[in-house]
């Protein structure tokens, strides 16, 4: 018997979830492809969990989540790799900003989910050079703004003497 309310709970639980995961494809007005694509990857991840490992999921969810958004939404514009003649121009469906800011997620949670996810399942070429190229572009980021994040408001802004906000600094020259 206690089995059964077991089981029953953690369905409760994988519906919540799903629910969750459902509700960020409408917020991120994801096309139908796209979500159909997250909810079976979604699918895929619950069920070849043991019922003992869903408190990993729960206590990443958003994680997982943006993890998700972000393999479904590459595999989904680039299906047949990057290289693809026949590929579709169109502009991804989906930022990763926009999924990081609705997960409420950072690049570094959101790679080291992916590497996580990377171990239960085989990730596509397209989005594993995807990845790369968003690691790389990270890096470079990171890299500059350690770099350059103590001189930003040196370099890019005016200082202000009446004590209101400081103007941003422009290149023209009639200024």
């Known amino acids: 018997m206690e089995n059964s309310q077991d089981d029953t709970e953690n369905l409760n639980v994988r519906k919540s979830w799903l629910r969750s995961l459902e509700e960020l494809c409408t917020k991120l007005h994801l096309p139908p492809t796209v979500t159909d694509h997250v ?6 991840l619950v069920t070849d969990r043991p019922s003992s490992n869903m408190d990993e999921i729960q206590e990443k969810l958003q994680c997982w989540c943006a993890c998700l958004l972000y393999v479904a939404s590459v595999d989904k514009r680039l299906p047949c790799g990057p290289q693809d ?11 990763v900003t926009d999924i990081l800011q609705e997960c409420a997620v950072t690049v570094p949670e959101l790679f080291r989910q992916i590497s996580a996810y990377k171990q239960h399942t085989i990730l596509s070429p397209s989005v ?6 968003l690691e790389r572009k990270y890096l470079i980021a990171a890299a500059l703004y350690t770099k350059l994040g103590k001189l930003f408001d040196d370099i890019f802004h005016k200082s202000s003497e009446n004590g209101s906000p400081p103007e941003v600094c422009s290149l023209s020259k009639d200024q």
Not at 85 to 95: I, K, L
């Open 39 to 44: 909810q079976l990857l979604w699918q895929q």
């Open 85 to 95: 003649p026949h590929r579709d121009f169109e502009p991804p469906a989906v930022t």
């Open 128 to 133: 594993l050079q995807q990845l790369t190229a």
